[in-house]
């Protein structure tokens, strides 16, 4: 994995601008600790920083390669999964590899076959490519965002990059805000509507889609999205396509050349990645799997079962690392530094995040790369496979909102009326909605969906209809969210960490199983849990699905409600215009005495990590100078 910058101008020479391009590289370090490079001419620029996963010399970049009198200069940010298919069928066709990099393959594979080519990638990336003949940038990106990219458009110019604060260290472009920006900070955040990028004048290359910019302009297509297919296979025939799937999947992942493990929660997706993992290496002969888990310090004294942590995952840790025979690492943290982190986590994902739970895999992520370069993880699979709990619930089946976001006046009720009225939250967040709900790709013969009446929705085709919904929804809206976070914590500390649920080919077939099929004796996944069968001893397969841990320590709520106090009593903080401040303080007395379990955005966000949201919120403000419009 890498960081990427690119530049095309028409109105100046590029040449002159190098001081500009280094700066912007330079912020992506951590993304690429390893190597540095760049390419100028008076058109085009480009600026990269590697993190060395496969082929060290052969895979340098920028990398050039000349076709008759076009060269091609590319700059690549992620993972191919099918490098050899795509070097078989290139060497088919006469083309010589000076390495066995799949950076070479993708820049080759656009030589050969142009902007179609992202069509026969498999894998997770960001990349750009210049064309010096033509005079023509071609940008792409994975099919399901893995891997981030923004960029921003001015007059005769576009500037591109792997993360926002690389963007703002061009002079052209400022930190300014403007409605839709604070919007997306106070009432959708810690998530993203897809394609738009916060700051004034930035957006984001959404999934699944290509850029190509010329003097004649700009143009953005999408090359990939979820298409409808009747399913027809029985269900030992689904049963067997998942898992062929899935294990053809992992094993493609482990390719490295460096050292590799998995993140370990004893939950059922990321034992099934370790188990496959621990025999491939093993059959390998490379010893046993490192794996890896976080906890945090005198959390069993305070963990309280509910609906959404149903237990502790321990145990399950320990019973998986033994039965295939890993070499395990718990790395457990308190919470002093996991409310320090909140700052390091804010600016790895350039916006307010996840709280906690971006902070706590920042230092998960410091510690495994400590012994690792590349991880596999568990996640995507239960938006893959309907694992969350609003695909079962009425309330959420039923709602007129995003599901993980049931509970949205939990969060309003601490900001300022004056932000509010400028808001119209509920019309914005509807409106976001139904734009998502207009995406959705109808099955023939489905009709709309009545939310309002929990009783079309029982034993009905529209409930069919509505589970399709919560999918898409969740697929497109609430997984780019883990994503991202997965992608920032970790490669701000120069740990690439890959995603084998999120593999094109098991998102696409499972997209069009029927409900009945995927929920499989009224169990969350329980397909998956079938496909899985032998892969995991029968207790794993069939335990509660448990989400990503967060703390439970009654001292991270004292401590970010200490801070938070601190910051609301300091007139100068950039926050304060936001937020209702009599509301916050009652809050914040009676936070001791309200109950989990009603959280405001997905599963783990609810009072403390509201609390520590906010403070993300001014950090986030303050540090980056924000201006607003």
């Given amino acids: 994995m890498c960081g990427i910058v690119g530049l095309v101008s028409w109105e100046h020479d590029l040449t002159l601008q190098k001081e500009v391009l280094v700066q912007m590289t330079q912020t992506l370090i951590p993304r690429g600790p390893d190597a540095e490079g760049y390419w100028i001419s008076p058109r085009a620029a480009f600026g990269h920083r590697r993190l060395v996963v496969v082929d060290p010399q052969g895979g340098c970049q920028p990398m050039i390669r000349q076709r008759s009198e076009h060269t091609f200069t590319l700059i690549y940010n992620g993972e191919l999964y099918n490098t050899s298919e795509i070097r078989q069928a290139l060497m088919s066709r006469g083309y010589h590899f000076e390495g066995h990099s799949d950076t070479e393959a993708v820049l080759l594979s656009y030589l050969e076959w142009g902007p179609s080519c992202v069509e026969r ?19 792409a990106r994975d099919r399901l965002g893995v891997k981030p990219l923004f960029y921003s458009q001015r007059s005769g110019l576009i500037i591109f990059a792997s993360e926002l604060k690389a963007l703002l260290q061009h002079p052209d472009i400022s930190p300014i805000i403007g409605k839709e920006g604070l919007a997306e900070v106070f009432l959708v955040g810690p998530a993203r509507t897809p394609g738009v990028g916060v700051y004034e004048g930035i957006s984001e290359l959404k999934p699944g889609h290509i850029l190509l910019y010329s003097a004649n302009g700009l143009q ?33 992942q482990l390719v490295s050349d460096v050292p590799i493990g998995t993140l370990l929660s004893g939950g059922l997706d990321s034992s099934a990645i370790t188990a496959i993992a621990a025999q491939s290496l093993a059959q390998d002969g490379k ?69 906690d739970v971006d902070a706590s895999l920042l230092l998960f992520s410091r510690e495994i790369k400590k ?52 808001l119209q939250p509920h019309d914005y967040l509807s409106r976001r909605y139904e734009e998502a709900l207009a995406e959705i790709p109808k099955l023939p013969g489905t ?43 970790t490669m701000a500390t120069g740990l690439e960490v890959r995603v084998p649920f999120c593999d094109h080919r098991l998102v696409e077939y499972a997209w069009n199983i029927p409900w009945e099929m995927k929920a499989l004796e009224g169990r969350e996944k329980g397909l998956l849990r079938r496909a899985l069968s032998g892969i995991l001893p029968d207790d794993v397969l069939w335990r509660r699905k448990s989400p990503y841990p967060k703390t439970h320590h009654p001292s991270y709520l004292i401590a970010v409600r200490t801070w938070l106090s601190e910051i609301i009593e300091d007139k100068t903080s950039p926050i304060l215009p936001f937020v209702n401040l009599p509301a916050l303080r009652d809050l914040m007395k009676l936070s ?33 100078k924000i201006r607003f419009c």
Wanted: charged share 20%; hydrophobic share 40%.
């Fill in 121 to 139: 990638l498999n894998g997770i990336f960001a990349f750009g490519i210049w064309d010096s003949q033509e005079q023509q940038l071609f940008v």
């Fill in 220 to 252: 953005i297509r999408r090359y990939w999205a979820l298409s409808n297919d009747i399913h027809k296979d029985d269900l030992e025939t689904t049963t067997a396509k998942i898992r062929d799937l899935f294990l053809d999947t992992v094993k493609r």
């Fill in 287 to 355: 010893g046993s799997l490192p794996t890896f888990s976080v906890d945090y310090i005198d959390n069993d004294k305070f963990f309280h079962a509910n609906d959404f942590q149903p237990g502790a995952d321990g145990p399950w840790i320990e019973r998986v690392s033994q039965t295939f025979g890993t070499q395990h690492t718990n790395i457990p943290f308190d919470t002093p530094e996991l409310v320090e982190t909140l700052k390091a986590a804010t600016l790895a994902r350039d916006l307010p995040g996840m709280a």
């Fill in 371 to 422: 012994k690792i370069t590349v991880g596999l993880s568990g996640e995507c699979a239960d938006e893959v496979f309907g694992g969350y709990p609003w695909f079962h619930r009425p309330e959420a089946l039923n709602a007129q909102t995003f599901p993980w976001a049931l509970h949205v006046e939990n969060r309003l009720q601490v900001l300022s009326p004056e932000l509010l009225e400028q």
């Fill in 447 to 489: 009709s709309s969906v009545n939310h309002q009446d929990s009783r079309t929705l029982q034993g009905n085709p529209q409930r069919e209809a509505r589970i399709r919904e919560i999918t898409y929804l969740t697929l497109t809206r609430f997984m780019p969210t883990l994503l991202d976070r997965k992608d920032r914590m």
């Fill in 592 to 624: 001791d005495t309200i109950p989990s379990g009603r959280p405001w955005f997905g599963q783990l966000m609810d009072i403390p990590q509201l609390f520590a949201y906010l403070i993300q919120v001014n950090y986030w403000l303050l540090e980056n």
